[in-house]
């Protein structure tokens, strides 16, 4: 039985959830409105909400990732940016922060007393609760079906066999249905809660999309004293509650997939002869209702007098092997080839950029593109000489499970 100081913590957390609810709600509802881009995030290991709205057109011109020279705001890169001016920045006009309660996020936007009257639209409670999206809808024929994707894992595993590469990973789109009443705002939070130890986000630009996720993968991040890292994540188990991680056994195919990620990072330090790096793991990590391997890398940019390291490290690490496969070129020619859909911004990165003097991207991972009552949701799988195609089919299944069951009002 809960005492009554569990219950009132418990109840506290509950207005705090609503309330935050209908704050996102509202600057969502605006930049609807007003055709704004917008964007939330939860950094990892962080309680407080970022959301960002971009009332200019910045958002609508494919930037370069110059990092050390963009704007403060929310960058987004397609998965297919082999020219590297593919990206979209959102640029934070109105910032607001707030651990979760709509009175720390109104005590935030006094800061802007330029925009009054939107801030007072945004933080004021408003009873409507109708969602809105922008509409991007795609060919339905892109989904791959159980049939259709298993042949592609033995495709990629014959020509793995026959030398073409080491490592490819095939992924694919599932079309759901939204639950009855579907509210952007309560998925978002419900994903944090779900995915404590991941970047959880969500980000909207007019005729780009609106995306949903939490990505436990970091790209590229430089944090305020100027410490560059950047992780190899691979390798996936579903995560039973109360197991402890350091009690989890990973098979050699596991072991051989992640490896290949952690030796494709090394490779592009050694491109760029930068030797002062420090690497910790690989180590179990939880997201969410699955555990992965994960080798961390560390470099300290003072030290190495390498202020642009990380534009650099961008440019050679995107698309990693942990999503497109390595060799680089030959694994993207085969997926170009045999995936036959858009994967559009899933696999590619995204994440705050010049934000409290920090960047942070991450592969966009364990996402959904939403549209009009219904979401695409991506998952993909690496495939290595010893992938079975059963097994990566379920890992998909096990990928997507917890997006969707939030999406569309599973169990």
Not at 101 to 130: C, D, M, V, W
Not at 143 to 148: C, K, L, P, V
Not at 152 to 165: E, H, P, S, W
Request: glycine share 6%; charged share 25%.
């Amino acid at each position: 039985m809960l005492s009554l100081v569990q219950t009132s913590e418990i109840n506290r957390e509950t207005l705090q959830e609503e309330e935050l609810a209908v704050s996102i709600h509202q600057a969502l509802r605006i930049a609807m409105d007003h055709n704004y881009a917008i964007a939330a995030w939860k950094n990892v290991g962080e309680v407080s909400i970022n959301l960002i709205i971009d009332t200019s057109e910045y958002h609508k011109v494919p930037v370069i990732p110059d990092l050390e020279i963009l704007e403060p705001g929310f960058l987004v890169s397609p998965f297919s940016n082999e020219s590297n001016h593919l990206c979209y920045l959102i640029k934070s006009d109105l910032h607001f922060k707030g651990p979760g309660s709509e009175s720390l996020f109104l005590q935030t936007a006094r800061e802007y007393s330029g925009n009054a009257e939107l801030i007072r639209s945004i933080t004021e409670k408003n009873p409507e609760q109708n969602s809105v999206y922008y509409k991007n809808d795609s060919d339905h024929s892109a989904d791959i079906n159980e049939a259709a994707f298993k042949d592609l894992v033995q495709k990629a595993v014959d020509r793995i066999k026959d030398g073409a590469f080491q490592k490819v990973v095939p992924s694919r789109r599932e079309t759901i249905n939204l639950k009855e009443n579907f509210n952007l705002p309560e998925a978002f939070i419900a994903l944090t809660k779900h995915y404590p130890d991941a970047f959880v986000s969500f980000f909207s630009i007019p005729e780009k999309g609106t995306w949903i996720g939490a990505s436990p993968e970091i790209l590229v991040e430089i944090n305020e004293t100027g410490i560059f890292r950047t992780s190899a994540v691979a390798g996936t188990q579903p995560w039973n509650r109360g197991t402890d991680l350091s009690s989890v056994a990973w098979t050699q195919k596991e072991i051989e997939e992640q490896a290949y990620v952690s030796r494709y990072i090394i490779n592009s330090f050694k491109k760029i002869r930068l030797r002062e790096f420090e690497e910790f793991g690989p180590k179990t990590i939880r997201a969410g209702n699955l555990v992965h391997l994960r080798t961390d890398y560390k470099v300290n940019l003072s030290e190495v007098n390498f202020p642009q390291l990380g534009s650099v490290m961008l440019k050679l690490l995107h698309p990693t092997s942990a999503v497109c496969g390595m060799p680089k070129e030959s694994a993207a020619a085969f997926l170009k080839t045999y995936e036959k859909y858009d994967r559009e911004f899933y696999s590619g990165y995204l994440g705050p950029v010049n934000m409290e003097n920090r960047i942070a991207l991450f592969v966009n991972l364990r996402c959904a593109q939403l549209m009009h009552q219904k979401a695409y949701l991506y998952a993909g799988a690496g495939i290595t000489s010893d992938s079975n195609p059963d097994k990566e089919w379920r890992e998909t299944l096990i990928k997507n499970q917890t997006i969707k069951d939030i999406l569309s009002g599973g169990k």
